[in-house]
Each structure stands twice: as C-alpha cells, then as structure tokens.
C-alpha cells in the first residue's frame, strides 16, 4: 500500500535526553514537512525538505533538527534544547513544488516525563 | 500569527443539517485548502480549490473562494456522525517577503460535532 508512515505511535522521553521520529513515505514524493501540534491548536511547521540532501527551517525549529538522506526518509530529533517538546507530531509530504495536497502519516504523541 | 483562521472554533450541530465553517487570510494565494482531522489522527486533505476559481463541490462539500475578501468558506451537507472531527484550512501565502515555495499555512481548525 502506498502511504506515509510515522514510529513510534506514542513516545516518552526523560528529560535531557534527545529522540528521534520517524517518517517514511513509498509515494515517491519530492517534498517532506514536519508539523508540530498542541492540543487544541493547528499546526506548525517545524523543517521541510524539498529535495534530497536539503531541508530549510520552518516557524519553530529551535530545538529540532532533521536530515534527508533519502528520498523516502525525514526523520525529526527532539534535542534537549526544544524546552516544552510535548506535543503531537505529524509529518507529511507532497508532490514537487508543494503547491497541491500534502499526505499526512498517522503522527507520533511525545511525551516528556 | 497564523495566515489562515477558522471560524467559528467550535460547531456543534444535529444530524442531517448542514455545516458552514469560515476562513480567513491575509496575503495573496495560489490556492487554499481544506483538510479534516479526527481526533488523535494525521490531517487528510479534503479539497482544494485555486485562487481563479470561485466555487468548488466534492460529494457532499462546497468550497467557495472570494479572494477580494482573503476569505474561503466550508460547507458540509446533510453532515453524519461520521463528519465530526476538526477542519483546517491551509494557505500557500506568506507573510514574510521569502517566497513561500511548498510551505502551507495552517489556521487553527473548527470543531464540528455532529450529534445523532
């Protein structure tokens, strides 16, 4: 099935400590993105990457990084700099240029203990 | 602050009405999107409606665009209980000079409970 995958589901995270999220997609899109969500609120981006080997800073990428290795891949760090990292995460892609539909994957709840 | 807000925040209506939600924006577009949210899930993309076209249908949604007012509105049909979830409306607009490129903009989203 063509699609966009995000793991884990649910993460919890130790203060100090840095993770790592997960994004794959197999809809050989160009363009990657990572939202940020709280409750109640909309979504903002993070990083989003529009070719391989590039990526530029979204709204509020302090306390985040990514890479982009490979086309299918966009994996998001959660460092020990992001101080209220909490949140619900979604990653999403498109085709080319941006300007059409984005695919979101399911998302992945951090939760800092 | 956000390029696109919803409006209302919150609807609650009864089966079989129609819903209505609002947005607003404040630069220039190419085009405006809606997407659908239910509760602790990835956002899935409704319609998409481009800043020439006034008017768009899907099954039971229509999309309107009036650009001179920087406003789109939602409407939902006949709604079912399945049709409760949040709606986000999202821009290619920019408030910053950069070009927007594949940026979306996100409003804060309606929630509609449609109630049985």
């Known amino acids: 099935d063509g699609g966009i995958t995000q793991s884990p589901k649910y993460l919890f995270r130790k203060e100090g400590q840095n993770v790592t999220l997960s994004c794959e997609q197999n809809?050989?899109?160009?363009?990657m993105y990572w939202y940020r969500q709280d409750p109640g609120q909309g979504l903002r981006l993070i990083y989003y990457s529009q070719i391989v080997n590039d990526f530029q800073k979204g709204d509020i990428a302090e306390g985040y990084s990514v890479s982009r290795e490979k086309k299918e891949s966009f994996p998001l760090t959660v460092t020990s700099a992001q101080k209220n990292p909490t949140a619900f995460y979604l990653c999403a892609s498109s085709i080319g240029s941006g300007y059409g539909p984005q695919f979101f994957g399911p998302g992945t709840r951090l939760t800092v203990l | 602050s956000q390029q696109g807000e919803e409006d209302p925040q919150a609807l609650s209506i009864q089966e079989g009405e129609n819903a209505t939600m609002n947005c607003s924006y404040k630069?220039?577009?190419?085009?405006l999107q809606w997407y659908r949210q239910n509760s602790g899930r990835g956002l899935v993309h409704l319609i998409l409606?481009?800043?020439?076209?006034r008017e768009k249908h899907s099954g039971r949604l229509r999309v309107t665009l009036d650009t001179s007012k920087k406003s789109s509105s939602l409407l939902i049909t006949a709604s079912r209980a399945a049709d409760t979830a949040s709606y986000f409306c999202?821009?290619?607009?920019?408030?910053?000079?950069?070009?927007?490129?594949?940026?979306?903009?996100f409003g804060e989203g309606t929630q509609l409970t449609v109630n049985p």
């Open positions: 999202a821009t290619d607009g920019t408030t910053r000079k950069e070009t927007s490129g594949s940026r979306l903009t």
């Open positions: 809809l050989n899109h160009d363009a």
């Open positions: 409606i481009r800043s020439n076209e």
């Open positions: 630069t220039s577009i190419n085009n």
